[in-house]
């Protein structure tokens, strides 16, 4: 089958990009230029998150060169930050919906490409053709449809609602995903169950799932991220202050006073916003670098 | 078994009763607005036919928006493509602290857009801007970086190709693994130089993952809107809107519901066009090894 073929390629490429680097390198030795470039690449990447933490470092009137080191180190921006209700109640609300999404995404994403795999037939060819249109689809283009119909049902600071949302939008290409790994695995696997009496939902949770391990870790990764970060939706659908996701009090910390404001103090909401991120993507980088491989290489 | 297939068809209904409620009613709901001229919170609206689609051929704002989302879709599709290949084939090579490298080129990805764009913001403003306070040291003027349309949309296109290049870099470095040494020995042993063990052997082999990288980067630029909110807010004059930015703007800003509507199918077409157009022209140069 032609899923299956490409999978089996998304796990070799997977595969060769952990093996030790000695095995693939085209270059023999290392010269001088390697590093310089490498501190250049660096220097144009680090240099945005140098700026936030420099300025969030400062007094309020400290409002000389960005690039400077702060004329006076202070760290009561951060403390102030800490102090306040706004920063956790984003916290709070970003970790209620991304557990939301990622639940509902996962699970009806992986249940329904096992269906559709191991269903086969016209039904389910239709089925993964429909996906695949769905997936083209931008959100803004249902922007006008999606609100007014949110708002008809009194979805509007609603934080399942929105959950449901994102997962319904990230559903198609989480699924594909799933297909693909699904359509790799043998079907005598599920024959055997079978045989031994185990019905498909048992089959399912207990012979397939533990199979689609690597899968199913940086979908939620991907998943996860991406309902943390989003904007658009949030943005128009969360305007009470109590349900806004962190991605929101960032910007209300920017905005406040049109931008005249606490500058220092919006540039350590920043920091502390965009922490978990960071820390977490450190953390599991190689899940999450393996992770966009396997899901951009169909 | 029969009746262990249509169990098989059962396990899809929750993903399709949550594409069907989220997707396929707002879907059909939002041509159903196109038809209708309505601000977005009356009750009353008024059947236009399709007076809203004719009305976008006169739209003052259309063509130039048009041209902006051109300039964000295929702006970023080749610088990130052109430098997410050059630094794969850099971050190839073997050097210490190369692993390093990648990961926090690959950093900016996992920020959300929007933030992203807030803090380039204080990059490009005008009075204490970081790039005026570069040009200054070395003793040049200020520059006003998104005075014009053209120069908002250039930075903006330049930011989000600087934020997403890591996902193109990846994807030909996977590629580059992929192609099998032997083939780039072979060359080696005819006499091919760099260069031309490049665009000989290299190039033709990484057409997958270009492929791959081009719609990627093509549908992520063509419906950019994150980074224009924060960076320029469509402006000066809405004259660096992205078609996804000129849809929420004529819904919430100008209570065009209808018309913004109208404006989101036109967009989702010229998207489908663009890229199934470049999606089938890549896929028949791809060659079999």
């Known amino acids: ?298 | 078994m029969r009746s262990r297939k249509y169990v098989y068809y059962c396990l899809t209904i929750p993903a399709l009763l949550l594409m069907a409620a989220f997707i396929a009613l707002p879907l059909g709901n939002s041509v159903r607005l196109s038809f209708y001229k309505w601000n977005g919170y009356s009750q009353h609206m008024r059947w236009v036919g399709l007076n809203n689609f004719i009305k976008i051929a006169s739209d003052q704002y259309f063509l130039r928006t048009v041209g902006n989302t051109l300039i964000y879709g295929i702006g970023s599709t080749i610088l990130q493509n052109v430098t997410g290949l050059m630094a794969a084939l850099f971050l190839n090579k073997r050097f210490a602290g190369r692993n390093s490298v990648r990961v926090i080129l690959y950093m900016p990805i996992m920020i959300s857009g929007f933030i992203m764009g807030q803090i380039l913001y204080y990059f490009v403003q005008y009075d204490g801007g970081v790039f005026n306070e570069i040009l200054q040291m070395f003793g040049g003027q200020n520059v006003y970086w998104m005075g014009t349309g053209l120069s908002a949309t250039a930075i903006i296109t330049l930011v989000n190709s600087w934020q997403y290049m890591g996902i193109s870099m990846l994807i030909y470095l996977a590629g580059l693994q992929n192609i099998p040494v032997m083939y780039r020995e072979a060359a080696r042993l005819d006499g091919a130089g760099v260069w031309k063990e490049f665009t000989n052997v290299t190039l033709p082999l990484l057409i997958p993952a270009i492929t791959t990288a081009v719609i990627l980067n093509l549908i992520g630029g063509l419906k950019l809107y994150d980074v224009i909110v924060s960076m320029s807010n469509g402006g000066p004059n809405r004259a660096s809107m992205s078609l996804s930015f000129y849809i929420s703007v004529l819904y919430f800003n100008d209570a065009k519901a209808g018309y913004s509507s109208a404006l989101g199918i036109v967009t989702f077409l010229i998207i489908m066009v663009l890229s199934w157009g470049t999606s089938a022209w890549l896929h028949k140069k791809e060659v079999e090894y």
């Open chain 1, 1 to 298: 089958m032609q899923t299956g073929i490409k999978a089996k390629k998304t796990v070799a490429g997977i595969a060769l990009l952990t093996r030790k680097p000695h095995q693939y390198s085209s270059g023999r030795r290392t010269k001088a230029w390697h590093y310089i470039v490498a501190a250049l690449l660096v220097l144009l990447y680090l240099l945005p998150i140098y700026v936030m933490l420099n300025l969030s470092f400062r007094e309020i009137t400290d409002i000389g060169s960005r690039l400077a080191l702060p004329k006076k180190w202070v760290t009561y921006n951060y403390t102030q930050v800490l102090g306040g209700s706004e920063i956790w109640i984003g916290f709070v609300n970003s970790i209620i919906i991304v557990m939301e999404t990622v639940a509902v995404q996962i699970v009806a994403s992986a249940l329904g490409a096992y269906g559709l795999v191991r269903g086969g037939g016209w039904i389910s060819r239709a089925l993964g053709s429909l996906n695949m249109g769905i997936m083209m689809i931008p959100g803004t283009v249902l922007l006008v449809g999606t609100y007014s119909l949110m708002a008809k049902v009194h979805m509007i600071n609603n934080l399942l609602g929105l959950s449901l949302l994102s997962a319904a939008g990230g559903i198609p290409a989480t699924m594909y995903m799933y297909m693909n790994f699904i359509a790799a695995i043998p079907r005598a696997l599920d024959e055997a169950a079978e045989i031994d009496g185990a019905g498909v939902l048992k089959t399912f949770f207990i012979i397939i799932l533990p199979l689609l391990k690597a899968v199913t870790v940086t979908q939620i990764i991907l998943t996860a991220t991406a309902s943390w970060n989003n904007y658009l939706m949030p943005m128009y659908l969360l305007t009470k202050k109590s349900k806004y996701t962190i991605i929101l009090v960032i910007k209300q910390a920017f905005n406040s006073n049109n931008g005249l404001g606490n500058l220092p103090q919006a540039c350590a909401t920043c920091v502390l916003g965009l922490l978990p991120v960071i820390v977490l993507y450190l953390f599991l980088q190689r899940y999450i670098i393996e992770g966009q491989i396997g899901s951009s290489i169909k």
